[in-house]
Nanobody
Framework: VQLQASGGGLVQPGGSLRLSCAAS????????MGWYRQAPGKQRELVAA???????NYADSVKGRFTISRDNAKNTVHLQMNSLKPEDTAVYYC?????????????WGQGTLVTVSS
């Protein structure tokens, strides 16, 4: 099973970006999905998470600005980021808890860079 993230880039403060991440492979079931980020010199932190039933959880710093969603039929998760700030600059990683071959494990995407700068 692999996670493939896309959608990062350079955006001005106040702008928007949409990140997407798709799980692919064979014989798997995706449970919780989420997005983490890691800024230079800082630890990786949770940005947002979503359960298979649609329950969501957000970091305080992004509440009201970011929205996480998922398409269970396509095994994808999205992160809509609005009102972006320079402090949102980081490498964003998608994450998923996946059951495959009777083993439950955590998977990570390759990371996509988001730069918020004028």
């Amino acid at each position: 099973v692999q996670l493939q993230a896309s959608g990062g880039g350079l955006v001005q403060p106040g702008g928007s970006l949409r990140l997407s991440c798709a799980a692919s492979g064979s014989s798997f079931v995706v449970h919780n999905m989420g997005w983490y980020r890691q800024a230079p010199g800082k630890q990786r932190e949770l940005v947002a998470a979503i359960t298979s039933g649609g329950g969501t959880n957000y970091a305080d710093s992004v509440k009201g600005r970011f929205t996480i969603s998922r398409d269970n039929a396509k095994n994808t998760v999205h992160l809509q980021m609005n009102s972006l700030k320079p402090e949102d600059t980081a490498v964003y990683y998608c994450n998923a808890v996946i059951l495959t071959r009777a083993v439950l494990d955590m998977y990570w995407g390759q990371g996509t860079l988001v730069t918020v700068s004028s």
